[in-house]
């Protein structure tokens, strides 16, 4: 193939495409001293046009790539023996787009702009690139920080004005913002995981209130006299029937919570169960009432020690259901079968409790099935991982102002999945040598209240 007597060698590589595929072929061109001319096939690449249409001129560029490609490996495949002065010649019919190589061995579209006088040679001749390649990742990066890292249109329209012909540029543009740690800053959507299955409580027929929610919300401006003051709002919703009750707080403070909290089992009567996030003045009000309760299991244990001087067998063991109701029995409510013909009862006890099993019937079989479908969060997301680093969303509206943190470890779920996690937030005073001048932050947070910024 090669000959050894060869006056001129040249590589021609041509390419083209159709509506069904594309491709390139090279053949090797040997020119002896006599004059006679030989070719022989060198290579050839074929690929089948993708799914999603796309135009032929465009196809007809992704032709002249892989011409390029292919010319690329010949010339590093042969370059022991072939002349070091072996030209390479590029062929292509294409209708608009007409690419050949500069004086600097760039390959560019030989447009027809080619007259203009006002234009620069890279905007009259952009020169062809790569989508995966090391320069054309720089090349967007540059364009991306130059645009104030704005969004793939006015990236993508910055790179084309500025003479570059990427394939794939949007591809391209698209990865580079994924992986863009600014762009995360200023507008990255925060983590989110599969929803988790319901409690039981909330599958449970009960009394309203009896299993609660709480969350703050404010603050607002109000009038005392003629001082302007903050007030909040304390939501307590009913987990079983999504039933709402609204306490104002004069401040967020532990006894206020207290207050607020007694004026809701007054009204509502007992909650066995509260529950609500990590605000301050919930966890100051769960010690306060963790110890009152210690107090009074001390002062319990303290009385039967008492009662066991009595020593009598046949006496009942003293529980707290003495304390609080001052029966040894729990009283149940009536038994009875309650039928549609009670709705119509002369007694009074009957009709109530007709419609209230009606009513947690209609319950069940009514909202308790529109629980079944995940409204959102369908899909099983990638976790976090220990030692990403994330950003923390909290309520400064100032994005900026948002701190970050280090993951440090994930707090499962019953069903496997994490969907809390516990962080060190960064910390930016530092003395002479680096080292942190305060102990460092520990905090936790769930998932929904963090925007990754860089995995492990
Ligand atoms: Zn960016």
């Known amino acids: 193939m090669i000959e050894e007597d060869a006056a001129k060698s040249e590589i021609h590589c041509f390419s083209d495409a159709s509506t069904t595929g594309y491709g390139a072929c090279a053949y090797l061109r040997h020119i002896t001293k006599e004059g006679e001319v030989k070719c022989s096939y060198l290579l050839g690449k074929a690929r089948v046009a993708p799914f999603k249409m796309i135009t032929i001129p465009r196809m007809e560029l992704q032709a002249a790539v892989v011409a390029t490609q292919l010319v690329s490996v010949l010339e590093r495949a042969l370059k022991d023996f072939l002349p070091a002065n072996t030209a390479t010649h590029y062929w292509c019919d294409s209708m608009i787009l007409d690419p050949y190589t500069d004086d600097d061995g ?23 690139l790569p989508k995966t390649c090391n320069i054309t990742n ?13 969004g793939r249109g006015l990236t993508t329209a910055t790179i084309r004005q500025n003479g570059y012909w990427i394939t794939g540029l949007s591809t391209a543009v ?7 740690v600014i762009c995360k800053k200023l507008r990255g959507n925060t983590e989110t995981q599969k929803m988790a299955d319901l409690p039981a409580v909330r599958l449970e027929p009960a009394t309203p209130f009896h299993y609660s929610g709480m969350d703050c919300f404010g603050p607002f401006h109000a009038k005392d006299g003629r001082r302007e003051v903050k007030r909040y709002g304390l939501m307590f919703t009913c987990l ?5 009750h609204i306490e104002m707080l004069d401040d967020l403070t532990t006894d206020a919570f207290l207050n607020s909290l007694r004026c809701l089992i007054a009204m509502r009567g007992s909650v066995k169960s509260l529950y609500s996030d990590q605000g301050t003045n919930f966890r100051g009000a769960q010690t306060e009432l963790k110890k009152n309760l ?22 009942h063991p003293l529980t707290p259901n003495h304390l609080l109701h001052f029966k040894s029995d729990v009283c149940l409510p009536p038994p009875g079968d309650f039928k549609d013909a009670d709705a119509y009862s002369r007694k009074q006890w009957r009709r109530i409790q007709h419609f209230a099993n009606v009513f947690w019937k209609k319950w069940r079989l009514g909202y308790l099935q529109t629980l079944q479908h995940r409204q959102k969060w369908t899909d099983e997301k990638e976790s976090l991982k220990v030692g990403d680093i994330v950003f923390v969303m909290d309520a400064n509206p100032l994005r900026n102002q948002w701190k970050l943190a280090k993951v440090t470890e994930m707090i499962e779920s019953h069903d496997g999945r994490a969907r809390r996690s ?18 460092a932050t520990e905090i936790e947070r769930s998932l929904n209240k963090l925007i990754i910024l860089t995995r492990v």
């Open 138 to 150: 720089l090349i967007v990066q540059y364009y991306h920080r130059l645009t104030g890292h704005s």
């Open 294 to 315: 210690a107090e009074i299991n001390e002062e319990l244990h303290k009385n039967l020690q008492k009662m066991e001087d009595l020593n009598d067998p046949n006496s």
């Open 106 to 128: 760039i390959v560019r579209i030989r447009e027809r702009l080619k007259y203009s006088t006002t234009l620069t040679i890279d905007l009259k001749h952009p020169a062809i």
């Open 422 to 439: 516990k962080l060190t937030l960064g910390n930016t005073q530092l003395d002479r040598q680096g080292r942190a001048i305060k102990q």
């Open 240 to 244: 079983t029937s999504r039933a709402v």
């Open 174 to 180: 698209s990865t580079v913002i994924h992986n863009c």
